[in-house]
């Protein structure tokens, strides 16, 4: 007989992690799950249900929305308004936090970072998206408005992360700081199934993501470790394998269960990086770390570290299999 077990009573038996969670953590996932749910609805029949290209406006990005971007950010911030746990979120579709007014989220003990759809240039040609979502207690007193303080937190003090990625299943995997495990969307049951139980990262790996086309706004020390990845060494199972699918969440996914490393690191062309810290960086790290690997931002530079300082502020990203990571870092930290 088959043993299903849902993310909802996997979140109830693991709420002795969480004591003083009283059940808003419980609340907090099951909005995170709906959006999911409807998001994968939608985004499976994009094509036919006029929601692919773009809206023809620009996000705080100045990257050009697309029509998912917005229909997800409106989605998953009235999914998280709805439950009186959250007293506002910040979104990568939104320039300014949203502060929720209504009475119940005054009341609210957490905010919510959230990169609704990343990736998303990706649904014109049917290729896989995914959402980012990073969970803090909030800092500024119950019953007041959410601050903007509240939201400039380091990674360190995350209560959780996660990431639903729509590709060939709908999957969720998430951590509140004691592990990593991800679920797999059933559709024909309308749940999600616990599919990756207490997911770990290979110490070690052979596939490298990174988007190789930068090579000559990289650092020294980025192209001599993409040309060490490239070198034959048997002994290190080298030349590695190239993947980047140009979507972080897929990248970081197959590099999570196969073992790699992903790397948009400092370029000329993004001194700061690409990727933002709060809803994409910083979740990412939280989740990998407590999967047995390494972020960093530069050498010596733990993504959870990081003093955050603005809402979209962009980071270099280093993240997957810790001996990968040390390895790019020496070649950065010995090349610049
Ligand atoms: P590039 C998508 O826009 C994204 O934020 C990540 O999901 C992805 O890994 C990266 O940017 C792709 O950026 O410059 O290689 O196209």
Not at 34 to 46: Q, T
Not at 96 to 118: A, C, H, R, S
């Amino acid at each position: 007989m088959e043993i299903i077990k849902t993310l909802g009573e996997f979140i109830i038996d693991r709420q002795m992690d969480y004591p003083d969670a009283s059940g808003e953590l419980t609340s907090l996932f099951s909005s995170i799950r709906l959006a999911a749910k409807i998001l994968h609805r939608e985004i499976n029949k994009a094509g036919l249900a006029d929601l692919t290209g773009a809206v023809g406006s620009e996000n705080v990005q100045g990257e050009q929305q697309q029509k998912l971007d917005v229909y997800a950010n409106e989605r998953f911030k009235n999914a998280l308004a709805q439950r009186g746990v959250i007293c506002g979120i910040a979104s990568e579709e939104e320039e300014q936090f949203v502060k929720f007014e209504e009475t119940k989220n005054l009341e609210g003990k957490y905010v919510v970072l959230i990169d609704p759809l990343d990736g998303s240039s990706n649904i014109d040609v049917n290729v896989s998206v995914g959402t980012i979502f990073s969970v803090y207690h909030r800092v500024s007193p119950l019953g007041s408005h959410v601050t903007e303080e509240d939201f400039l937190q380091p990674g360190n003090k995350q209560v959780a992360a996660g990431y639903v990625i729509y590709g060939s299943s709908t999957m969720l995997v998430y951590t509140t700081g004691n592990g990593v495990n991800g679920f797999t969307y059933d559709p024909t049951i309308g749940v999600f199934c616990l599919s990756h139980p207490n997911l770990h990262i290979p110490e070690d790996g052979t596939i490298y993501s990174i988007n190789e086309g930068n090579y000559v706004h990289f650092p020294e020390g980025v192209k001599k470790y993409i040309k060490y990845c490239q070198e034959e060494d048997q002994a290190t199972k080298r030349p590695y394998t190239s993947r980047y699918i140009g979507s972080l969440v897929s990248d970081f996914h197959r590099n999570l269960i196969k073992g790699g490393i992903y790397l948009y690191p400092t370029s000329s062309r993004y001194p700061n990086g690409k990727l933002r810290l709060l809803y994409e960086c910083n979740p990412m790290a939280f989740l990998i770390e407590q999967a047995g690997g390494k972020a960093i931002a530069n050498p010596g530079q733990r993504i959870l570290d990081i003093e955050p300082t603005q809402l979209h502020q962009r980071c270099p990203l280093i993240v997957g299999s810790p001996k990968m990571v040390d390895k790019v870092e020496s070649f950065i930290a010995e090349f610049g």
